[in-house]
């Protein structure tokens, strides 16, 4: 069974760079899956923050793109995400999550999510 | 960016009613549209993947259908365990995008 866990600060001071990680265990990082990045601030829905495949190639969402960086550690199963510049408005709970590629019959589907880590901007 | 507009954005059932709720694409993204629950505090769950595709382990009273650019998921006999909010998501283009949500909630 695949777990994922994000682990990292809860509290980034404004201006200052959200780092968290996500451990992948039950599986290997490396297989043919992409890995993914979704947020959600409180009481609002869901916002697509990026993607990773195991070679390192990323795709971000437009409206972060300036500001993140995905990255992919295969040594330890774990892949990253870094914020910077954060505000306010980063406050979220931020989710990692498996991506099935666009390319299966799963098409991009997200079919294993970590718990959550809210990362809360302020100082 | 493609929208996907969800509706209704709320509603109120009992136990064993059936369900509809509805997502429409800004363009065309053939059957690249999958359907998730999340309940609160919870990460989101996959439901239905590729339009219509159930996932393992996912009761068969959740079905997807698309009709174009609209899709639909329904919920035949609601159950207690299924009060909850529930997300489309398109994953025909990049960005990737969500609905914005229809949280089902006892009458």
């Known amino acids: 069974q695949v777990q994922l866990q994000e682990s990292g600060p809860g509290l980034v001071k404004p201006s200052g760079t959200l780092s968290l990680a996500c451990g992948v265990s039950?599986?290997?990082?490396?297989?043919?899956?992409?890995w993914s990045w979704v947020r959600q601030p409180p009481g609002k829905g869901l916002e697509w923050i990026g993607e990773i495949y195991h070679s390192g190639t990323t795709n971000y969402n437009p409206s972060l793109k300036s500001r993140v960086t995905i990255s992919i550690d295969n040594s330890r199963n774990q892949f990253s995400l870094n914020l910077g510049s954060v505000i306010a408005a980063d406050t979220a709970v931020y989710y990692c999550a498996r991506n099935w590629g666009v390319d299966t019959v799963m098409v991009g589907s997200l079919d294993y999510w970590g718990q959550g880590a809210l990362v809360t901007v302020s100082s | 960016d493609i929208q996907m507009t969800q509706s209704p954005s709320s509603l109120s059932a009992s136990v064993g009613d059936t369900v509809t709720i509805t997502c429409r694409a800004s363009?065309?993204?053939?059957?690249?549209l999958n359907w998730y629950q999340q309940k609160p505090g919870k990460a989101p769950r996959l439901l239905i993947y590729?339009?219509?595709s159930l996932q393992s382990g996912v009761p068969s009273r959740f079905s997807g259908s698309r009709s174009g650019t609209d899709f639909t998921l329904t919920i035949s006999s609601l159950q207690p365990e299924d009060f909850a909010t529930y997300y489309c998501h398109q994953t025909y283009s990049s960005p990737r995008t969500f609905g914005q949500g229809t949280k089902v909630d006892i009458k």
């Open positions: 590729a339009a219509s």
């Open positions: 363009q065309r993204i053939n059957t690249y």
């Open positions: 039950g599986g290997s990082i490396s297989s043919n899956y992409w």
